[in-house]
């Protein structure tokens, strides 16, 4: 059960933060279907950071000392860094998409071409492969929350909670959750977020009561660019060993597929994702997957073949996404770029 | 001009790769040793090169990957098999053998990676060939028996050029050497070395989806391996046994978290048999405070959790084969097959960096010699071997 939580909430929790970073843009009036691109710009930025980190010897020492506190600071610090440069490449679109009002689904389809052939080009400038890694160790030593870091002994029984809260864990999900919370509230409960949501409804309006529709376009799509490269490093960092390989296995475009089906709510958005991470944990590893503890591994012995579990997560989200479309509520100014003139 | 501006860009990207690994303190050490004849020949290379103030022993990392020749041709070339080039492993192990022997001889060398990476179609491949060949080459090493269909193309094509199959055979052409090698033997003294040292629950993920020979000759005689151990100690061992993921050779988020889920549910050590796979079952590991083998190379210098590494001589066969087209003896071996095994020292464990304690060295040895001496066979059939019923295993394929 520990199991399955903690391997839930690592698929769970970049999906969650990315499909946010789609509601930011969409609720701006602004479609980012370039997620998947900034999420893959934003890994690498990350991972390229820690190495470089590594490779100056800056936190060599505290590794050796096991001073945790010091290696998580690295880690905040590489996510604070894939956040910076995810808003800057964001940037790119929101130029387009504002200023020279180009056609936003066009503009995040070019991002999303052009990030896995810029970052595979540069990856073999630097490492000369197709993959960018830790110079040395590996994600777990360096960065992975155990009970050993907190003092604890290696033995040692935390309960049921602190088992799969404290260990094996890592501070960038509970960072993301965080910030989930942070930016919902934000969205929902401030003036700022009042007025971002009025730009993606009646842009119209909004600028008649004095708000500027261009710079509220920005911030939303600028926020959108920032959570969108931190997710991409959560996720190399959490799921794929810290490595970055111009790639992050769709997780962009599932982040979109999760924001439709939580209808651009962040409520909804949380449990659509957690429902597509634990499937995709379940994929990945049914046959060690024992929820009651008797030591029987039932989806193993059911004897369906490993391919099936394999798709699940894709069809869940086909059959809930039919569903639930119906209903869902789409920012009315979405995609379409504010003329001022326009009434 | 453009040429100019290639080679600009090639030795920049050049410096940039060797700033951004000159900082870490991952080396990996000369993998098996070199020739005997090699260091009287690089010492009379040496002046020209300028290079006799270098100690004889220079590991392969010391040597670029990419290299520049005045004339823009290439003697020996190196056709990548699916997966990376510094996967740390097959690749990185057999192109350290072409680079030690360029190096030692004073050859230009270059790599060639088919295009489309771990999609690679056989055409992909016979272009990097038919690249090589007329890039000069005078000796093409071909990594991976998926190279077949691909070489059979181009060697008859290119009749005068000698190619080398590393984990190949002879497919019937005078100027290709096939080498392979007894990979069940290196499992087994794997497996068998991890139950004497008192593991009992074990993993074996491999690559290439069960349709890689080596792979599976690995699998094999580690499954082997670990039932005798347990004959020999009275127990009975488990052992999880998977194709599911790493098809390509590659690491991927769904291998850790299977990876995750063994090690969770006890799996206490596991052999990450393919490339890069080893960097998603070595991050479940120090996850989780469990042990991992390694594969091909010693791979211990990449993780506190490697126990040992299941070896096989590739740096070495390479040089040995590559030596024989410089000596003119290549008839010897072209055109057949050759398989190196245990006699030949060409597999094997790194018994100078395992971190065994209740398996001896000496034990090892006496081992390694029955192997040698063919005393101790070792079954290499795994189409119909793998799933009998083992006496002291219980073994979940999955």
Redesign the interface.
Known sequence: MTFLIQQTLLYAVPLMIVALAGVFAERSGIINLALEGIMIFGAFVGVLFIRIMQGMDVFQAAFAAKNWMALQGMELLAMAVAALLGAVFSLLLSFASVNLRADQTIGGTALNLMAPALVLFLIRIIANQNTLQMTEGDAASWFMIKKTTLGFDRKADLGFLGNTLLHQVYLATYVCIILFIVLSILLYKTRFGLRLRSCGENPQAADSLGINVYRMRYAGTTISGALAGMGGFVYALTTANCASTGDVAGFGFLALAVMIFGNWKPGNIAGAAILFGLFKCVAASYASIDINGDGVYMLATLGISSHVYRMLPYIITLVVLAFTSKKSRVPKAEGIPYDKGQR | MNKKLLALLLSG??M??L????????TTPAPEESKAAEPAQSQAAAPVESKAAEPAEKTADDIP??MTSADGKYQVAFITDVG???DKSFNQGTYDGVKLYADANGLSYKYYQPAN?DQATDDDRYDAMKAAVEGGAEVVVCAGFMQEAALTKAAGEFADVPFVFIDGYPIGLDNVAGISFQEEQSGYLAGYAVVQEGFEKLGFSGGGGGTNPACCRFGYGFVQGANAAAANLGKTVEM?YSW??GASF?????????A???Y??GTEVIFACGG?MF??I???A????GFVVGVDVDQSFE??AVVTSAMKGLASAVQWAVAKVYDNTFSEIGGQGTSLGAKDDAVGLPTATWSMENFAVADYEEMFADIAAGKLDIDADYETGLEQDWSNLKL?I?
């Open positions: 990207s050049m940039l790769s700033a951004a690994c000159g900082g870490g303190a991952a990957d990419n990376q080039l510094k990476g999880n599911e993921y590659s690491a991927s988020p769904e291998l850790q978290t299977m995750n889920g063994w969770t549910t890069s960097q998603s070595a991050a479940a120090s996850a989780n405070d993780s506190d979940n999955q």
